[in-house]
């Protein structure tokens, strides 16, 4: 089976290693580490066939495993590959945070919750604008940074690159929330 899905990626003019496949663990979790929590992820996988609808299309759990609709779902191997790198650098993110996002969330101000979302755009239409890989803040309603979350959000380029949010981007943000919130 590995084989035949390197072949496709192959095809598909994707580069994975065999073991860039092998080794998508099927341990991402919910979980709490250091004043932060991460409660879900989402994938978001665009195809050429047809227009990506909200939020039917999207992919959740922690390995793309159900629909919205709670049927089963299947996030693909090389998108699956790009959340691991994502998570995993999320975990170092927690392990050692910036001084300014510990300053952020020890306020009180700003949510200590994080949502791990990862774009495909490898059988995208070439007219399908691509979301940046970058950290930013989601809430329903009114912005207010202490509800919603912290979205992680990882991109699978068209030509099979994952980009995940980088250390820039991160400071970047954390910069701009600090300045509107004054502190």
């Known amino acids: 089976m590995k084989s035949f899905i390197l072949i496709l990626l192959t095809v598909a003019g994707i580069s994975a ?5 092998a080794n998508v663990p099927t341990d991402m979790h919910p979980y709490t580490s250091n004043g932060f929590e991460l409660t879900g992820a989402e994938y978001w996988v665009f ?39 994502a998570y995993n650098k999320l975990n170092q993110f927690y392990a050692n945070p910036p001084a300014g996002m510990r300053k952020l969330i020890d306020s009180g101000k700003v949510t200590k919750r994080f949502f791990l979302w990862t774009n495909d755009y490898t059988k995208a239409s070439a007219t399908e604008e691509v979301r940046p890989n970058n ?21 699978v380029t068209r030509a099979g690159e994952c980009l995940i949010p980088d250390d820039t981007q991160i400071q970047s943000r954390i910069e701009e929330i600090t300045k509107i919130l004054g502190l």
């Open 17 to 21: 290693s065999a073991q860039q496949v």
């Open 47 to 85: 195809t050429a066939e047809k227009e990506f609808a909200y939020p039917d299309d999207v992919l959740w759990g922690f390995l793309g495993e159900r629909k919205n609709d709670g049927t089963p779902g299947q996030a693909p191997e090389l998108t699956k590959v790009c959340a691991v790198k």
């Open 135 to 155: 950290l930013w803040h989601w809430n329903r309603g009114p912005k207010d940074y202490s509800l919603g979350y912290w979205k992680w959000e990882s991109t």
